[in-house]
């Protein structure tokens, strides 16, 4: 298996754009997360669906973040409109069992 | 509540063994776990140990658990440049769903 795959790895863009992030987690895993890593706060988890279904999206800062999983295979973060504070690492990370595994991160600069 | 808790920052010599501290506060976690992230990379599982064992031995490492104190260690023997890394403690919550993070720790090696 190729492990969580995540794209973009690296996105620039302004303020007030629309940013999408994807995740394709490793096939089988039943649960997806999404994380945020940023110096000043550390790693945030802002949700995470089991089944494809979100169980809690406590960790999603503001209306703006809105995640999504439409099958097994595939989930989305978006950020509408973005703004500089935005600015961080985004993992996605599936789990089975008790193993969880990374993705590599989508690193996001909003100017 | 769940939190996990770890020093920022550990600078060691090279070929000496490093130890990593951790405490936690929930009881009735199943799994703790240390993961390794490593510069621009995602966080990779090390190891895990299951809540009724003392220790775990894998090669250079080596977890120690003491649930009396909540306390979780990794000890890594012959420390190398390539174990420069920040670790992050972690322990499955108690919904078991989801796993607690620690804010890490950054292992420095000097010659």
């Known amino acids: 298996d190729a492990g969580v795959i995540q794209s973009p790895r690296h996105e620039v863009t302004e303020m007030g754009q629309e940013v999408t992030l994807r995740c394709k987690p490793i096939?089988?895993?039943?649960?997806l997360f999404w994380y945020r890593q940023t110096m000043m706060r550390g790693l945030e988890l802002l949700i995470y669906?089991?089944?494809?279904?979100?169980?809690?999206d406590s960790g999603m800062p503001e209306d703006r973040f809105s995640a999504k999983m439409p099958n097994a295979s595939f989930s989305t973060l978006k950020i509408q409109p973005s703004e500089p504070r935005d600015s961080a690492v985004y993992f996605c990370?599936?789990?089975?069992?008790?193993?969880?595994?990374f993705g590599p991160g989508t690193r996001l600069t909003v100017l | 509540g769940e939190d996990v808790e770890q020093s920022l920052f550990l600078s060691v010599r090279e070929g000496d063994s490093s130890v990593i501290n951790c405490t936690y506060t929930?009881?009735?976690?199943?799994?703790l776990y240390w993961y390794k992230q490593e510069p621009g990379a995602g966080l990779q599982l090390l190891t895990y140990?299951?809540?009724?064992?003392d220790m775990k031995q894998d090669q250079r490492l080596t977890v120690l658990l003491n649930k009396k104190d909540k306390h979780l260690s990794l000890r890594i023997a012959d420390t190398q440049t390539g174990d420069s890394a920040i670790y992050f403690c972690?322990?499955?919550?108690?919904?078991?769903?989801?796993?607690?993070f620690g804010s890490g720790t950054r292992l420095s090696i000097r010659p």
């Open positions: 990370a599936s789990r089975q069992g008790n193993e969880q595994f």
């Open positions: 096939s089988g895993h039943d649960y």
């Open positions: 669906f089991n089944n494809n279904v979100p169980i809690d």
């Open positions: 929930d009881s009735s976690s199943t799994y």
């Open positions: 140990i299951f809540s009724n064992m």
């Open positions: 972690a322990e499955e919550g108690s919904s078991a769903s989801k796993i607690i």
